[in-house]
């Protein structure tokens, strides 16, 4: 073996050689390896540049809490993931990987000037300086500061993987699949009911993976765990969340662990699991010491090292030192001389350490160092020796070394019982927070609730030197860059709560949410403000527990699942026909139906001259329809609109405004009275559910002592409006049952009866102010009753027409669109709609409202019609009016255009709008101004054709 | 730069399925299939007593269970889905409340040991210990649903007209 | 996601079949023409949005579409208590 890799021994199996690249260069590892046991078993010590000084960094630990090695993953085009931490990177065959943070390449990277001028970078500079001159903000300091921060590069392709998501219940939960969790589970499972383990590792064993004399006790569990048939396991599933009732968020990695050409399905799969008892065995994460230059690469985390060794079969070094402040760093160093490692010392910061310790490394050959401390290291981009005293303050020696485990202690894992809100009590002997009493039933079991023999150690973040702290370069969070010093000077600048010296230093703020710092920063702020840690406090834990992708979150909410587009039962005919579609709350609606090449405008106009001209054909399907029945009906319908209702002859329709309880109006439509206790409500079509909502919220909790019920029946019914002068003629044939003569059946009633066979309740209602009819059928049925009126009308030279076409009818008439004209502050005599309002009616909802003070001030905007002075300026919709176009600005504005269009039967263009004042300035001239120029309008009724409603009542 | 559909064109090509589709979830095997068209009705009382006399038949007591083609969804809800056919008897100036919604709704049925599964990739509940006789409203992801348990591992699925071919396109995915 | 005990239906069911209603056992005034512009200002707008214990609505509105009132710490998001639309607030809450 060359290099780094041990002659034998580790998980990995090295009869499957794998090629891989870092950075553009060529390795090789094995099946089993992560990208960062192959890297540094190729002797790789540089991994990438921190964040803010660009100083070259290391591998630190071999987990989720890795600080420095973030690396970018591309699995091809358009499949690229910054910020991957190396050790939880699979490695596969043809794996590419680069570093990041650097320019122009890692071991020559210009930014590392931070570095040099550091001094000038302490915490919280930016609050301090890119303020002069101001100007420079905008053209200099960000767009510098944007191309420097951050770790990797976004992908700005569009993400081509699927994500799949389900939800999962079970009686238990096992998040984290060591001995503990594993003993957990068969525990579980013994006692019946679904038991699901996961594990963020793609195998089961956690730590014991790195101690091969417990290898054959994991297989014998794991085979248990195989043979329970209620037993889930998932590996390479993170959990990352823990929310309220035991509900986990997880996300399962399903292929970034084969080769893309390997790779079929979805790549993550987001697991939202509901337990009746969650247990929680996560474990504990080793601390990193504090002290000066411990951020050279080669310097890392003594558990790291150790399943550098034992898991992988890779030495750290050639002649590795051991900085101990507790005893595992000690059985971590005889694990390693055990598995062929060269340890050249093991330094430990205590004045006492257990003798059966001292004498087991004696007996391996290591050298001892007791109450010492390292006070630097030597090297730049690899360790080359350490610098050590005793206490830290006395003589110095030299040792040289080309790799330094840090052994500081173990912090039980305790995010995900944060995040329920279990309480967290503080562990002297750990130096660690515990878990305390959860809220939720969840219990936390093995080293992650302090419940594991780690061995004894002492708590010391940062270690005794005859430097100063604030003249070393002891760093505490690697991955923000933050420093001893840091924190002192926080403390120095007034900062007292832990919140504050966090966000102040960013300690704990990075991608790895201080797994390594937490701790120690708590430590050296205790330390500087003189208070025991307890009285300090901690930060708050949130999900993720780790960094998720957008894709996982996102499920399978994507390209055609991303949200349902609701289509009509005409829709596909529409679509045979060329429409050109428009999205109307979550439906989506024929806007136009252009012929032979033409526009909107085109279209738009042949559309409207031929429905007035002789008949045109209209989908008005997705209209909210609700179906009122019970005895009470009537009597409800009065309470909740502002017309009379009882008076409504069953076979009759009414148009019916609906406000708020504040007055403004919030819906309309025209409903019809079936039978004494039956009426066919209508709302717009956006408005159908909140009317609805609104309707049994009083129905239900102010007016329960009625009969009557709500029911939703907007997809019962297709609804045909055919509109124009020969609208009776089309369906007269069709029709059966139901005398269509123009006294029989008059203008807003209703009748029931057939239509090509096909029950109907055939509405006489017009929104166009032509001649028209509603024709309402079953909605299995309503293309094929559709299909029928158009080919009668052939004759007729019928024309189907879209939304756009029905807005400009119904303008010209002066007609509102309750969200369009309106904006939910308009009353009805703002929009000249007092006649809807009963006026003998002694309450309906909004009544009360009416009558506040500022309802009836002048001033208030009214509904009118503007008439541009040239007839084919095309006003704006939402352009603002001005009475005084010369005034000074800000100018005062007096209302805004509400809708705007081309009128073919004005041949020039109208416009409705709401105005202070609007009706009292009918003839007056108002202006428009636009960039570039100011237009002129006459205001006007808000009608522009038909006044009399001839044609309506033909 | 970063490319994005328009909202207005994705899912338009959705088609709500009408052949049964087979597959499996996590390896139990399930079938999708169009439920034959039914008869569907709700309806609306205070006194369950007047309601059941009006149809001539008994009503389920329970919330949240069916029997006989009737669910009963809520204190003063019931939802019948009966053989195609089925007349709605009239009644008129009673305290009842009776909708034909036929057409509103169509239905999809899951059968085999994965329905359960499939069910779960969107519908929040413990589908699993659904027993014959169950019925609820609930939700599959945004998409309001009823779920109806005809069998041990066999569902029947009711969702609105227009909502149908997403949630089919869903569940399609769901069982691949 | 949080889990809401339904009075109607009878068991806990997951938040997303639910929407919220505002605060509870405002009982909109029988005859709202006696009322005077501060009172009415009072029902329409003035709520108690306190910390702590809030007797509130909610509506089963993928369930059973009933609404229901409950009691519900708005600090810790936990449901104490639901009951009936029409019931009284359950005794022994801290105002």
């Known amino acids: 073996m060359s290099g780094y890799r041990l002659a034998a021994g580790g998980r990995i199996d090295r009869s499957r050689p794998l090629a891989f690249s870092f950075d553009g260069q060529g390795y090789q590892g094995f099946a089993g390896d992560s990208l960062a046991s192959a890297l540094v078993a190729s002797g ?72 040099v001028f550091g001094a000038l970078f302490p915490a919280g500079f930016y609050n301090k300086t890119f303020m002069w001159p101001r100007s420079a903000w905008e053209k200099l300091y960000e767009p510098v500061i944007r191309q420097l921060a951050g770790l990797g590069d976004s992908p700005v392709a569009r993400d081509p993987d699927h994500y799949d998501a389900t939800y999962a219940h079970c009686e238990v939960l096992v998040v984290g699949g060591g001995i503990a969790g594993i003993t957990a589970t068969l525990e579980a499972a013994a006692h019946g009911g679904r038991v699901i383990l996961i594990d963020e590792q793609d195998e089961l064993g956690g730590g014991a993976l790195a101690d091969p004399a417990q290898w054959a006790a994991l297989d014998a569990l794991k085979e248990k765990l195989a043979a329970a048939g209620n037993v889930t396991v998932m590996t390479r599933t993170t959990a990352f969340g823990y929310y309220h009732q035991n509900f986990i968020g997880a996300t399962q990695s399903l292929t970034d662990h084969l080769a893309p050409a390997d790779a079929s399905g979805p790549r993550e799969r987001l697991w939202r699991i509901r337990a009746g008892e969650v247990v929680l065995a996560q474990g504990a994460i080793e601390r990193p010491l504090v002290f000066n230059r411990n951020d050279v690469p080669g310097v890392m985390l003594a558990s790291a090292g150790r399943m550098l060794a034992l898991r992988y079969g890779v030495a750290v070094g050639h002649a590795v030192v051991v900085m101990a402040a507790h005893d595992s760093g000690w059985r971590d160093a005889l694990a390693l001389a055990g598995a062929g490692v060269h340890v050249a010392a093991i330094i430990d910061v205590r004045n006492v350490v257990g003798a059966d310790l001292a004498d ?141 010296i966090k966000r102040y230093t960013t300690n704990g703020m990075a991608t790895d949410q201080g797994k390594t710092s937490n701790l120690n920063g708590l430590q050296i702020a205790s330390a500087a403000l003189g208070r025991p840690v307890e009285q300090i406090g901690l930060t708050t834990f949130r999900p993720p527990y780790t960094p998720q992708t957008f894709g996982a979150l996102m499920g399978h909410h994507k390209d055609a699942l991303f949200q349902p587009v609701r289509k009509s039962p005409i829709d596909e005919w529409a679509t045979e026909h060329g429409a050109v579609f428009e999205n109307v709350s979550n439906w989506r609606r024929a806007r136009y139906f252009p012929r032979g090449g033409e526009d909107m405008d085109a279209a738009v106009l042949r559309e409207c001259a031929a429905v007035r001209r002789s008949v045109g054909i209209f989908d008005a399907s997705t209209l909210g329809k609700i179906e009122v029945v019970g005895p009470d009906a009537a009597e409800f319908l009065n309470r909740m609109y502002t017309n009379p209702w009882k008076g409504l002859q069953p076979g009759r329709c009414r148009y019916g405004l609906l406000l708020r309880e504040d007055g403004f109006i919030t819906d309309d439509g025209v409903s019809a009275r079936m039978a004494d206790d039956r009426f066919h409500l209508t709302t717009t079509t956006g408005g159908a559910a909140r009317v609805l909502g609104m309707m049994e919220d009083y129905l239900q909790t102010e007016w329960s002592d009625l009969d009557v019920w709500l029911t939703s029946t907007t997809e019962q019914w297709a609804v045909i409006a055919l509109q124009g002068p020969r609208a009776r003629d089309v369906i007269a044939p069709l029709v059966s049952g139901i005398d269509l003569g123009a006294e029989a059946f008059p203008h807003m009633a209703v009748r029931e009866g057939t239509i090509a066979g096909v029950p109907t309740r055939l509405f006489r209602v017009s929104f166009t102010g032509e001649l028209g009819f509603e024709i309402n059928v079953p909605a299995s049925e309503g293309r094929k009753v559709w299909e029928a009126v158009w080919d009668a009308g052939q004759a007729h030279g019928i024309t189907a027409y879209g939304t756009e076409t029905m807005h400009v009818l119904r303008a010209e008439k002066g007609f509102i669109i309750v969200g369009q004209d309106t904006d939910g502050t308009m009353t009805p005599y703002d929009m000249g709609l007092d006649w809807a309002v009963g006026k003998k009616k002694p309450d309906f909802v909004g009544k009360r409202s009416l009558a506040r003070p500022d309802m009836g001030l002048p001033g208030r905007k009214q509904f009118i019609g503007l008439l541009t002075e040239d007839p084919q300026d095309l006003l704006e919709e939402g352009a603002q009016v001005v009475a005084d176009p010369d005034a000074p600005m800000p100018m005062p504005m007096i209302g805004h255009v509400t809708s705007s269009y081309r009128s073919a039967a004005l041949g020039r263009t109208i416009a409705l709008a709401v105005i202070a004042d609007g009706r009292a300035r009918i003839g007056q001239t108002i202006f428009v101004p636009m960039p570039g120029k100011v237009i002129r309008a006459t205001v006007t009724a808000p009608m522009f054709y038909d006044a009399e409603g001839s044609r309506l009542n033909a | 730069m970063l490319e994005i559909a328009p909202m207005a064109v994705a899912g338009i090509d959705l088609k709500r399925g009408s052949q049964p589709i087979t597959g499996a979830v996590y390896g139990l095997a399930v079938t999708l299939a169009p439920a034959a068209p039914l008869v569907r009705w709700s309806l609306r009382a205070k006194d369950a007593a007047l309601l059941s006399a009006a149809l001539g038949r008994t009503l389920p007591d329970r919330v949240g269970t069916h029997h006989d083609g009737i669910a009963r969804l809520g204190p003063d809800e019931w939802h019948g889905l009966l053989p195609l056919g089925t007349t709605l008897p009239a009644v008129s100036g009673q305290p009842l409340g009776m909708v034909d919604v036929s057409a509103r709704s169509v239905g999809f049925t899951l059968e085999g040991p994965g329905a359960v599964a499939a069910l779960s990739r969107g519908c929040p509940l413990d589908v699993a210990k659904f027993t014959p006789g169950r019925a609820t409203r609930t939700v599959f992801e945004t998409v309001e649903i009823q779920i109806w348990c005809l069998a041990p591992d066999r569902f029947h699925v009711e969702v609105w007209r227009s909502f149908a071919p997403w949630l089919w396109h869903a569940l399609a995915e769901a069982i691949g | 996601m949080i889990l809401i005990h339904c009075p109607y239906c009878e068991e806990d069911r997951p938040e997303v079949e639910f929407t919220y209603g505002g605060e509870a056992h405002i009982a909109r005034p029988l005859d709202p023409g006696a009322l005077d512009d501060r009172q009415w200002e009072t029902y329409l707008y003035i709520r108690r949005n306190p910390r702590g214990a809030h007797a509130e609505r909610w509506r089963h509105a993928h369930g059973c579409a009933r609404f229901f009132n409950a009691v519900r710490d708005t600090v810790t998001d936990r449901f104490e208590v639901t009951y009936k639309t029409g019931e009284p607030r359950p005794a022994g809450d801290t105002k």
């Not at chain 1, 990987?97 to 210009?110: I, M």
């Not at chain 1, 150690?457 to 100063?468: E, K, M, N």
């Open chain 1, 360 to 500: 087991a490394a004696r007996d391996a050959g290591i050298a001892v160092h007791i109450g010492c401390a390292i006070t630097t290291v030597h090297g730049r981009h690899a360790v080359t020796g350490v610098t050590f005293a005793a206490n830290g303050t006395g003589p110095a020696c030299k040792l040289a070394c080309d790799a330094v485990l840090m052994a500081g202690g173990w912090t039980p894992s305790v995010h995900l019982w944060s995040h329920a809100k279990g309480s967290l009590t503080w562990s002297e002997a750990w130096g660690a927070y515990l878990p305390g009493t959860p809220i939720e039933n969840c219990h936390a079991v093995g080293a992650g609730a302090g419940a594991w023999d780690m061995g004894h150690g002492v708590v010391t973040a940062v270690l005794p030197s005859h430097i100063d702290v604030r003249a070393q370069k002891a760093f505490v969070d690697f991955q923000n860059d933050v420093k001893a010093r840091d924190i002192h000077l926080a403390v120095q600048e007034g900062m007292r709560s832990i919140e504050h």
């Open chain 1, 44 to 115: 790789v010590t540089l991994f990438g540049r921190s964040f803010k000084y660009h100083r070259p960094r290391g591998l630190v630990g071999m987990g989720p809490e890795e600080p420095n090695a973030l690396v970018t993953v591309d699995r091809g085009p358009a499949r690229i993931t910054p910020n991957l931490r190396a050790p939880q990177v699979a490695l596969h065959d043809g794996l590419q990987a680069k570093s990041q943070n650097r320019w122009p390449s890692l071991k020559f990277d210009v930014a590392a000037l931070n570095d």
